[in-house]
């Protein structure tokens, strides 16, 4: 089932900022189609589109006010439809954001909810008997309707959690309903109305936000897991090719809960930002990193999940900063080279593949805030706006990088040593041998406390790669007596074997044929 995804490599579209086909300074849905040729050739076979149904955009669409509808600024229902056509036309398909935790204040449901007469969405979302109880752990609303309760939020303060009831209610609460009650369980089955819409419509599967945390007080995730598993066998019966992917961070959960893949996350202790977002990120040339402790974290997941190895692992997102705030040049390019062989799906953000720039000192928009600088207008040519929209500059989503020296897509197609062709030569790569794809086995050769290079093995049936990647700006070497056979890619030097021990020149990165 979802067979495509053992090979998958996503590009991630912030569509606000992708291309503007209209004039209005914001990208659209037909936008993101004029630039399905551009994605397939740079080799990614699958989107993964931010949310762009109907929202007061609060938080750039995480806020949703109509599930069932486009956000009239990126086109239609029909233009959606037409997106998916399209994709499937050239072979890739398309994982939609489900919202799942959360509406934006504005949603109708969350109106009926907050009025004192009880209706059906009186218990649409987790609200207290009264005003003056805050709902333990969660941040909340209050003071803002005739209902007299106080109604837990998930993320900003304007968005309002959905109920789906509480693994362990507490018995003198009478408002923290069990999962099984009517309430949490028509929110379930409005969840399923709303994917059987977008799938029914012929989009392929969600990525799911905060999927870990929809049933309250269950610090085990096992309510979650449940309700997933429940989500899960619906999608068997109705949609069994639907794939899943959760942003949750702890694949042992998520895959027990029926997702296909889940996400590394850069917070919480992950130790990805060791490896691209810190002072001494382990793929700065100044040799400085440590990859030890996000290698460790990495091998308790993947026993944890039995080897599955499917947490796909980010270029970045419209949640951190820009990968080029901290790295440049080649260091990118060596970045790209562990992305690209990595288990799971490697997920690319939109313009990571020419290295576009964190715009500094923006004010935020649409609550964006720190996140705004990476989420900056894609940069296609040297024409007006980078080529981005037609809108005067002043009007556009948010300010492009003003670097005069900004990349662009159009010079980088035109220069073989660009980082996109570096990556896509890698996706080349990586397309035509199935041990560095998503279910590849995955060993550490090497991966010790602030040392180089980083060794590890991928391997399927017969199949065994090894990788070895020298970000520092000096020669590093390790003990190893497996005996590398063919070069699959090189990036600078060639590695060197001698005498038991593998040479890494500086700047390097090779994968090799055992
Ligand atoms: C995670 C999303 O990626 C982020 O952009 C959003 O603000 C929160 N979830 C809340 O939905």
Redesign the pocket.
């Known amino acids: 089932m979802a067979k495509w995804l053992d090979n998958a490599i996503f590009y991630e579209i912030y569509p606000q900022s992708f291309k503007d086909t209209n004039g209005d300074g914001i990208g659209d849905l037909n936008g993101i189609v004029e630039k399905l040729d551009y994605i397939k050739e740079l080799g990614c076979n699958a989107l993964w589109l931010n949310p762009c149904f109907a929202s007061p955009f609060g938080?750039?669409g995480?806020d949703v006010s109509d599930y069932y509808s486009v956000a009239p600024r990126y086109g239609t229902n029909e233009d959606l439809k037409r997106l998916f056509e399209e994709a499937h036309g050239r072979g890739m398909h398309v994982l939609l954001d489900l919202?799942p935790?959360?509406t934006s204040v504005e949603h109708p449901w969350f109106r009926e909810s907050m009025k004192a007469e009880k209706n059906p969405y009186t218990d649409r979302y987790v609200w207290t008997d009264s005003i003056w109880e805050e709902p333990q752990g969660m941040g909340c609303l209050r003071g803002i309707s005739d209902r007299d309760g106080a109604c837990a939020v998930?993320?900003?303060s304007h968005?309002p959690a959905l109920n789906y009831g509480f693994y362990r209610p507490d018995p003198e609460k009478k408002w923290q309903q069990p999962t099984d009650a009517e309430g949490p369980q028509a929110t379930l089955a409005e969840l399923k109305n709303i994917m059987r819409f977008w799938l029914g419509m012929g989009c392929d599967g969600f990525r799911v936000?905060?999927a870990g945390s929809l049933v309250k007080h269950d610090e085990e995730g096992k309510g979650t897991i449940r309700l997933w598993q429940n989500v899960r066998e619906f999608l068997d019966r109705e949609f069994p090719e639907a794939a899943m992917v959760s942003?949750w961070g702890e694949p042992d959960k998520s895959l027990q809960g029926g997702f296909h893949m889940d996400f590394l996350l850069h917070f919480g202790p992950s130790h990805y930002n060791d490896l691209f977002r810190c002072e001494e990120p382990y793929f700065s040339g100044r040799g400085k990193g440590d990859v030890s402790e996000f290698v460790r974290k990495y091998m308790e997941n993947y026993e944890r999940s039995e080897r599955k190895g499917l947490i796909c692992i980010p270029s970045g997102?419209?949640?951190m900063d820009r990968l080029a705030r901290g790295l440049h040049g080649d260091e990118l390019k060596i970045a790209f080279a562990f992305l690209l062989s990595m288990p799971g799906a490697p997920f690319l953000y939109y313009g990571d593949e020419i290295g576009m720039n964190y715009v500094e000192d923006l004010v935020s928009v649409e609550?964006g805030y720190g996140?705004t600088g990476s989420r900056s207008p894609m940069q296609w040519d040297g024409s007006t706006n980078a080529g981005f929209s037609a809108a005067p500059a002043e009007r556009l989503y948010i300010p492009l990088d003003p670097r005069a020296d900004r990349p662009n897509v159009r010079a980088q197609l035109a220069d073989e040593s660009s980082l996109y062709h570096e990556i896509r030569r890698l996706i080349g790569i990586r397309q035509s041998h199935a041990a560095l794809q998503s279910k590849g086995e995955i060993e550490f050769v090497y991966a010790e406390k602030n040392a180089y290079p980083f060794a590890y093995l991928r391997s399927a049936g017969d199949e065994k790669i090894l990788v070895v990647l020298n970000p520092s700006e000096r020669e590093a070497s390790f003990a190893c007596a497996l005996e590398p056979k063919e070069r699959l890619y090189v990036f600078g030097k060639e590695i060197a074997a001698a005498d038991g021990r593998i040479i890494a020149a500086p700047c390097s990165a090779g994968y090799y044929k055992l």
Do not use: I, L, S
């Open positions: 938080d750039a995480y919202v935790g959360h998930n993320f900003f968005q936000d905060m942003e997102n419209h949640d609550g996140r």
